[in-house]
């Protein structure tokens, strides 16, 4: 028997649950090493301040008061992604179709725009836009849903797949009312008469889009908290076997869920085209489907959470943008800074429920 | 011991805390060569702890383990190998569609320029098959053997990798008494080519039948060591325990019993195809306690379910019987629907965090599950559940922080009361209890008895589904064997001897685990 075995290096032991202020000192150092890595690799690979850099990222987001509503908006739209994301997280059920579901969200809307314009009075043509986007939303999730609870098939695959085909569904319509003919593009719709444009408030274009992703994650936040049907989804995505157990109808709630999460999807479709771009391409959602996932999870699938992550993704990509304008820098390094930053947040909750214990210093901490 | 002075294994002061809870507290223990040892300790008394750190599953965070009188570092399961560790785990590690030898080899990497050698493995099995007494098919596939059967393999496999220091983690928990000789028989077999074996185990007589020497743990702290010779199960328990118990269970006299639930002809078939239970019928009286006795997988779970409402039924009846007679059939409904007729049926499953609670949740929650829809309001009400998880932590002595920790973070005593009060919360004509005292120590077994034995004089019709004979013959009014899927007895409590109820328990053609 070889006895020569060490002590290992490094092992790693379970810590004593922190108290709430305790784990975010946690998550602030993470970013705060995170912020000093990011300087010096700046420093090393462009030569240039880190701190003039990251007071330009600042300016980017925060500079002007024009700034802060787009950033606002931006926050706004992600955040309504990911809220629409939480009770299907919640109930363990990884619907990463958001992006296909706000897709077919801004089609109906833009389809309702288009073909309706003019023709019935302004109000009652916002209001049937945003039954149509809820209802194309609701109808993209509810597909994967219906095949989840009644045959079991793997919503991560099937929702994937359905961002395809709304793609493809909506780049058909986009040749099919192009505008000009041959432009390849629609357009602004309804430029000249703003038929179902949403209403500037209170002076802002974006008050309105604000305001709605602001209640949608209060109610979430109260739905999944204090809800029957929230208590229901967390069984569920718990353990089905519990939720049969004491009677709940699983298929239902899977589709009672899926039908909210793909709701607010389709929200946010008529939110982007009717309040923000007036227009339909085939990548109004841009990525944010999957972004979403992403601030979900950093929160922990709590919707007031995604506020925090989310607007530090927003943040980030809008800072990103600063500096490749202002610096020059290739937009890709905002990506790499992103990604840094990302990493230690993730790892800080590492750090959060474990401890490392070094060979040299065990003697001393016993 | 007294001819070999040098312990096999030497734990000094070991320590192992999992964030705030210490698991195991400057813990000091030896064992010899040619002797068996007996880990005793309540649930949560760390003796799991304690032995995962031998097998290189966990790292102390304090103190020395010597073997041999050498000191060493275990730091993973493969460190444990080289110094002869071999762990026979509660839960079987085992590849279910591979063969035996492929089991047993798993993971060995073949010596430099050597291919995998599976009938030289086989060979080798059957050659350590044949010295203790094994009885295993190298090449019989794990998804067709039984229970004690999948057991064997992971004893084989340990050995087969040269340890000879043993370790068994509640061997016996899944096993008939007869499987259970043999087990022992096999140990003492071991024992007499000098090999290390320590057992953890619940059951006092079988602490007696086997081992040489008692180490008893309580908290996390080592407590004392008997020589089994020279003690009893009185003895053993108020050490484990830390004051006196009383090891009688209690069984009063039925009052005025009448039918209650109704079986007829019950058939289920498992969703392959696979025949479950074949023609079951009995009458469930109230006031009464309703043993079911079986290998376990022998129709017990889809028993309980197909009269929870949560089991599709092939052919067959299941009558609730109202006091006044009349007959309401539970078959093709839901335990919502159940609920609404007005029956209120409490079901304690097998599977507790997976089926009756939700791990994650906390105590408050996991009491809501049953009625978190009352109300017409949208919103759930926690004030109630929160004073019902408050009363059920003070009237079961569940040992918590409070009502809003998770119950995955409580042991499996706890667990099991907090699951045990919810479903006797709700004031039940019928409790139907899977393995209640399955994994439970002996005090927090007794107070479930208890609790039991006070839903039975309520008038309670109680179908208890349990693994001991001993408790099931002390503990049941009557006692309905499965042997395959099929009645094979329904015999008097108080009158039957376990050698009968187990031999009931393996009369039928085909063990209860084989699928085909």
Same mark, same amino acid.
């Given at each position: ?10 092992? *790693? ?19 705060? *090493? ?43 739209? +992600? ?43 302004? @109000? ?21 849903? +219906? ?127 009717? @309040? ?63 990604? *840094? ?26 | ?28 223990? /030896? ?13 949560? $008394?760390?003796?799991? !702890? ?31 190998? &080289? ?68 057991? !064997? #393999? ?9 340890? /000879?220091?043993?370790? =068994? ?11 259970? /000789? ?48 020279? !003690? ?57 306690? =309703? ?59 097998? /599977? ?18 049953? $009625? ?8 759930? &009400? ?17 040992? !918590? ?68 004979? &001993? #408790? ?18 329904? #015999? ?25």
């Amino acid at each position: 028997m070889n006895s020569k075995k060490k002590e290992p290096l490094i092992h *790693i032991t379970k810590r004593k649950a922190l108290t709430w202020k305790q784990e975010w000192l946690v998550r602030l150092a993470g970013i705060l *090493i995170a912020l000093i890595l990011c300087a010096v690799i700046t420093t090393f690979t462009t030569h240039l301040n880190p701190f003039g850099v990251y007071a330009a990222m600042f300016k980017g987001s925060f500079g002007s008061p024009r700034k802060i509503w787009v950033l606002g908006k931006e926050l706004a739209i +992600l955040l309504m992604v990911s809220v629409a994301l939480a009770p299907a997280f919640r109930m363990k059920f990884w619907n990463l179709g958001a992006e296909g579901q706000v897709t077919v969200g801004t089609l109906a809307t833009a389809a309702c725009m288009i073909l309706l314009g003019d023709k019935i009075p302004n @109000g009652v043509l916002i209001l049937i836009m945003l039954i149509a986007a809820i209802v194309a939303g609701a109808l993209w999730a509810f597909i994967p849903a +219906l095949f989840k609870a009644k045959w079991n098939t793997n919503e991560t695959l099937f929702t994937l797949m359905m961002n395809y085909v709304a793609t493809q569904l909506t780049a058909y319509y986009i040749i099919k009312w192009e505008s000009p003919k041959g432009s390849g593009n629609v357009g602004i719709i309804n430029a000249h008469t703003e038929a179902g444009w949403l209403p500037t408030l209170a002076g802002q274009k974006y008050f309105l889009i604000t305001i709605v992703a602001a209640i949608v994650t209060v109610v979430m936040f109260i739905y999944l908290k204090y809800s029957k049907h929230g208590y229901e989804l967390t069984v569920v995505g718990e353990s089905q076997q519990t939720a049969r157990y004491v009677g709940i109808k699983v298929d239902r709630v899977i589709i009672r869920t899926l039908l909210l999460s793909g709701a607010i999807c389709g929200l946010t479709g008529w939110l982007l085209v009717a @309040g923000s771009d007036h227009t339909i391409t085939t990548s109004l959602a841009g990525g944010r489907g999957f972004l979403g996932v992403m601030v979900a999870w950093l929160a922990h699938f709590n919707p007031i959470a995604m506020v925090l992550s989310g607007l530090l993704l927003v943040f980030m990509s809008r800072g990103a943008g600063e500096i490749s304008t202002t610096y020059g820098l290739n937009p890709s390094y905002g990506d790499i800074l992103t990604g *840094i930053i990302l990493f230690f947040v993730i790892a800080s909750e590492f750090f959060i429920n474990y401890q490392l214990h070094f060979r040299s210093s065990k003697g001393k901490e016993e | 011991m007294q001819n070999n002075p040098i312990a096999a294994v030497s734990m000094r002061n070991i320590t192992k805390t999992f964030g705030s809870v210490v698991a195991n507290n400057n813990v000091s223990l /030896d064992f010899y060569r040619g002797e068996i040892l007996s880990l005793l300790g309540e649930n949560g $008394s760390g003796k799991t !702890t304690l032995m995962n750190m031998l097998s290189g599953i966990y790292y102390p965070d304090a103190g020395e383990i010597m073997i041999d009188g050498q000191p060493v570092q275990i730091s993973s399961p493969k460190d444990a190998y &080289d110094y002869g560790i071999g762990m026979i785990h509660q839960h079987f590690k085992l590849v279910d569609v591979f063969t035996a030898a492929e089991n047993i080899i798993l993971g060995i990497k073949p010596e430099k320029g050597k291919k995998m050698d599976l009938a030289d493995a086989s060979r080798r099995i059957r050659e350590i098959c044949d010295l203790y007494g094994f009885d295993v098919d190298p090449n019989q596939k794990i998804y067709n053997m039984s229970v004690s059967q999948k057991q !064997t #393999v992971e004893i084989v496999k340990v050995l087969y990798r040269g340890a /000879d220091i043993l370790i =068994l983690d509640e061997p016996t928990a899944v096993l008939t008494p007869q499987e259970t /000789d043999k087990l022992f028989a096999v140990l003492r077999n071991m024992k007499a080519d000098g090999k290390a074996a320590v057992i953890i185990t619940h059951k006092l007589h079988e602490v007696e039948a086997i081992s040489d020497r008692v180490a008893v743990l309580r908290k996390g702290e080592f407590i004392g060591e008997l020589i089994t010779s020279e !003690t009893n199960a009185q003895e053993m328990t108020n050490m484990m325990v830390g004051h006196e118990v009383s090891l009688n269970i209690e069984r009063p006299e039925p009052k005025d019993a009448h039918p209650r639930i109704e079986v007829k002809g019950l058939t289920v078939r498992s969703n392959d195809g696979v025949l479950r239970l074949d023609d079951v019928s009995f009458t469930a009286n109230t006031g009464e306690i =309703l043993g079911i006795a079986g290998i376990s997988g022998c129709g017990q779970k889809e028993l309980l379910e197909a009269i929870a409402g949560l089991q599709a039924v092939e052919k067959g009846e299941i009558n609730y019987i109202e006091d006044d007679g009349s007959r309401e059939p539970l078959i093709g409904k839901d335990p919502l629907e159940i609920a609404a007729m007005g029956v209120s049926l409490s079901f304690v499953p097998e /599977d507790r965090l997976g089926m009756g609670l939700v791990a994650s949740m906390d105590l408050t929650d996991n009491m809501m599950l049953r $009625s978190f829809r009352q109300g017409r309001s949208l919103f759930t &009400d926690r004030k109630s559940p929160k004073k019902l998880a408050e009363k059920v932590v003070e009237e079961l002595d569940v040992s !918590t922080p409070g009502v809003d920790t998770p119950v995955r973070r409580l042991s499996g005593g706890n667990v099991q009361k907090v699951l045990v009060g919810r479903e006797i919360a709700s004031a039940p004509t019928v409790l139907l209890t899977a393995y209640v005292v399955r994994g439970l120590d002996i005090n927090s077994s007794y107070t479930i008895y208890d609790l039991i034995n006070r839903q039975k004089e309520r008038g309670v019709a109680v179908v208890f589904v349990g693994e001991d004979l &001993d #408790v099931l013959l002390e503990l049941c009014d009557r006692i309905l064997v499965l042997c395959g899927g099929r009645v094979s007895g329904i #015999v008097d409590g108080r009158t039957a001897d376990k050698r009968e109820v187990g031999l009931l328990m393996t009369s039928l053609q085909g063990g209860g685990d084989k699928d085909e």
